[in-house]
């Protein structure tokens, strides 16, 4: 049996890589295979055009779709979430964010080993807890409550280096020809788009580890 390891591009506001998440894990746990799958989060914003401060979710969302299909999105993955064990705060959510920095501050605990932890802490802030994780200083808190130097994580924020390499990780996603999230690459060949349920990752996860060694 091969090791597994898994790139998932996704974004920190968008609610079915929270689920794709909580699936695939769900999965890897049925397998035992969870604590030897190395996983990789990769950027992608869903709203790269938004200002870096962010703006009120309440306008972005009828904009985007309009106010009554907005509410019905709302309470549809409200719904869908509660099934799977996430409870959705979207009554309380006030902004939606510019996700860049929050990028930054995954790829920063990637160096550090702790990305799984950071983007965890980072899906509950933003849907569970209705935290605006577009603001430097709650990302910096979620650094320091997943292990990270709360000062480090800062300057890692600031740092226009690590914000090229966030972007040509994006460019990369386009150039696979990635238009949605959750989408995940399986040890470099296989590739899983969307939050697909557990059992069906199951299979899929049995079918490209029975395969040979390239």
Not at 109 to 136: I, K, P, Q, W
Request: aromatic share 8%; glycine share 8%; net charge negative.
């Amino acid at each position: 049996m091969s090791a597994l390891e898994i790139a998932v591009f996704s974004d920190v506001v968008c609610p079915w890589c929270l689920l794709g998440k909580r699936r695939l894990e769900a999965a890897l746990d049925q397998m035992g295979l969870r604590a030897s799958t190395a996983v990789r989060w990769l950027p992608y914003e869903l709203n790269p055009a938004m200002p870096p401060e962010g703006m009120p979710r309440a306008a972005y969302r009828e904009a985007k779709f309009g106010a009554e299909k907005a509410a019905e999105l709302d309470a549809r993955m409200t719904a869908t979430g509660a099934a799977e064990g996430v409870a959705f705060a979207f009554d309380r959510m006030t902004r939606t964010p510019s996700t860049r920095r929050a990028h930054k501050l995954i790829a920063h605990a990637s160096r550090n080993g702790r990305a799984d932890a950071v983007v965890e802490a980072l899906f509950r802030a933003y849907f569970e807890e209705a935290r605006d994780v577009g603001a430097t200083d709650v990302l910096a808190d979620i650094a320091g409550a997943a292990g990270l130097d709360r000062a480090e994580a800062l300057a890692a924020m600031a740092d226009g280096v690590l914000d090229a390499q966030v972007a040509d990780l994006e460019a990369e996603a386009a150039r696979l020809g990635i238009s949605g999230v959750p989408f995940f690459i399986v040890n470099g060949q296989w590739a899983v788009s969307g939050a697909q349920p557990a059992e069906q990752w199951v299979e899929a996860l049995r079918e490209i580890m029975a395969q040979p060694a390239a």
